[in-house]
């Protein structure tokens, strides 16, 4: 298996390309790290493969807000609809550029 580097860090806003929900990445996964019973739920036709990068989100949809697991073959930039309104970002990051969030030094390692 060949190392793949991840297309999208902490902070980039991104959204899912078939669901309607945005988010912000605050963690990264360098392939799938969920249960297996998680990936038994998606549907067969829909399963993503486990040899990218999958996405810890802070997610949005126009009915809430959440945390999100998404692979990379799911997700596209959305950095140009603005800052994602979810209660947990301003813990991880200082502010949105109007690019992409700026992480917090603390929030560092």
């Known amino acids: ?3 793949r580097t991840a297309k999208y860090t902490l902070g980039d806003v991104v959204r899912h390309r078939v669901f309607p929900f945005r988010g912000v990445v605050f963690d990264v996964d360098p392939e799938f790290a ?4 998680w990936y038994q ?5 829909m399963r993503p ?3 990218q990068p999958f996405y810890h989100l ?6 809430s807000a959440y945390i999100a697991y998404v692979s990379e073959q799911n ?8 800052p994602v309104e979810h209660p947990l970002v ?3 990051f200082d502010g949105f ?3 992409r969030y700026q992480v917090r030094a603390a929030s560092r390692q």
Do not use: F
């Not at 739920?41 to 036709?45: D, F, Q, R, S």
């Not at 802070?58 to 009915?63: C, H, I, L, S, W």
């Open 34 to 37: 969920n249960t297996e019973e």
């Open 49 to 51: 493969r486990k040899d």
């Open 58 to 63: 802070y997610a949005v949809n126009p009915e």
């Open 97 to 99: 550029d109007g690019r």
């Open 90 to 92: 301003k813990a991880q």
């Open 75 to 82: 997700l596209v930039p959305d950095s140009g609809n603005g």
């Open 41 to 45: 739920a998606i549907p067969t036709e």
């Open 1 to 3: 298996m060949k190392n």
